[in-house]
């Protein structure tokens, strides 16, 4: 039985603080998931859905802009991977903006919305984080008094 060879839409490697690619780091991307694979004897490749990637950030030190390269960090809701970071890669805004683009698909494809919550009351959690607790649509007032179209708990 014959392997089929994938085809993917963008390949790296990490690359050294000379911007050579002597690393054990290889990054795959194809339209539904970013694949991070490490190591040499001992290996492990990573899946990262892309629609589970819910910020996409772009990152150059003084030393990487000197040889051409950058680090993408990248906020994620994937449970063995969290956070991560795109580390030492060449051509980072290019990689980025086709990375956002690809999650942007991926959520929608996949119909995987994340909403901000907007006026909600702050709280404290218990590690004393002010955060926003979850607050359902229903319990929202809604009330508007001067008639301007916009409730009155926005206006404040």
């Known amino acids: 039985m014959a392997k ?5 839409l963008w390949q790296s490697r ?10 054990f780091t290889k990054y795959s991307l194809d339209e539904e998931k970013l694949y991070i694979n490490t190591g040499f004897l001992n290996s492990t490749e990573d899946e990262i859905r892309l629609y589970r990637i819910t910020d996409v950030t772009l990152k150059r030190s003084f030393g990487q802009k ?3 390269l ?7 809701s994937d449970v063995t991977k969290g956070n991560f970071d795109i580390i030492n890669i060449k051509n ?4 980025k903006d086709m990375l956002s ?11 995987v919305f ?3 919550s907007v006026g909600s009351r702050p709280h404290d959690d218990h590690d004393g984080h002010a955060g926003m607790p979850p607050v359902h649509p229903d319990e929202i007032d809604r009330t508007d008094a001067n ?10």
């Open 101 to 111: 683009k690809l999650v942007d698909e991926a959520r929608i494809r996949n119909r």
């Open 14 to 23: 990490k690359r050294n603080c000379l911007g050579l690619p002597w690393s």
């Open 147 to 156: 008639g301007n179209g916009v409730p009155d708990i926005f206006e404040k």
């Open 114 to 116: 994340t909403s901000e």
């Open 70 to 76: 950058g680090t993408i960090h990248c906020d994620s």
């Open 66 to 68: 000197l040889f051409g």
């Open 92 to 95: 980072t805004k290019e990689v």
């Open 4 to 8: 089929e060879k994938k085809s993917y």
